[in-house]
Every structure is written in structure tokens, then in C-alpha cells.
Nanobody, 116 residues
Framework: QVQLVESGGGLVQPGGSLRLSCAAS????????MKWYRQPPGKERELVAAITGTGGSTNYVDSIKGRFTISRDNAKNTVYLQMNSLKPEDTAVYYC?????????WGQGTQVTVSS
């Protein structure tokens, strides 16, 4: 049974940091490209960051470059999103996504709220 379980969301003040985790099971994690998406209130879901199976290549949306870092630990079947210098516009539900060939899986999401 495939599972992607996100954790680490919460309420943080502007300028603060959070680290999101996504624990995977039920598939060969190291073969999959892992991505973080987010969906702000009332808006479309957008891709935030991606990392290849080996972790050798990463990509980021321009709005978070220099503030967020995606990483993975294939021994723990976990992908992370370190978020620094958070802004109110980073408020969203953050989703973990796994893809390989025609296979695609989503997590249930974790809420991140940036507010004073």
C-alpha cells in the first residue's frame, strides 16, 4: 500500500523557519522524483520544488529560491523541505508528490500558516 505522509506544518511568524517531512512507503522510493507542491487559499496548486531519485538534481520555483531547500534521505524513504525566511504569502497547504514513469502518488497535505 502506497503512503506519503507529510508532517512538520504549523503556525510560524514571518521570518521564521519550518521543516516539512514526507515519509514514503509502499514503493521503491529511490527511483522516484519527489516534489513539493503548495496550494494557497483560493488559488491553484503550484509546484514549489523537485528532486531527482538520487538527489543529484533539484529545481525550485522562482518565488522560493534562496529560501527553501529540498532534500531527501533514501535510507529513510523521506523527503524534506526546509523553509526559511517565511513570508505570509507562503501560507498554503503543502503536498508531497512522487512520480516515476506512469506512476504518481500524492500525500494528504500539511498546513503552513505564516502570520504574526
Amino acid at each position: 500500500q502506497v503512503q506519503l505522509v507529510e508532517s512538520g506544518g504549523g503556525l510560524v511568524q514571518p521570518g521564521g523557519s519550518l521543516r516539512l517531512s514526507c515519509a514514503a512507503s509502499g514503493f521503491t522510493f529511490s527511483s522516484y522524483t519527489m516534489k513539493w507542491y503548495r496550494q494557497p487559499p483560493g488559488k491553484e496548486r503550484e509546484l514549489v520544488a523537485a528532486i531527482t531519485g538520487t538527489g543529484g538534481s533539484t529545481n525550485y520555483v522562482d518565488s522560493i529560491k534562496g529560501r527553501f531547500t529540498i532534500s531527501r534521505d533514501n535510507a529513510k524513504n523521506t523527503v524534506y523541505l526546509q523553509m526559511n525566511s517565511l513570508k505570509p504569502e507562503d501560507t498554503a497547504v503543502y503536498y508531497c508528490h512522487a512520480s516515476w514513469a506512469l506512476f504518481s502518488y500524492w500525500g494528504q497535505g500539511t498546513q503552513v500558516t505564516v502570520s504574526s
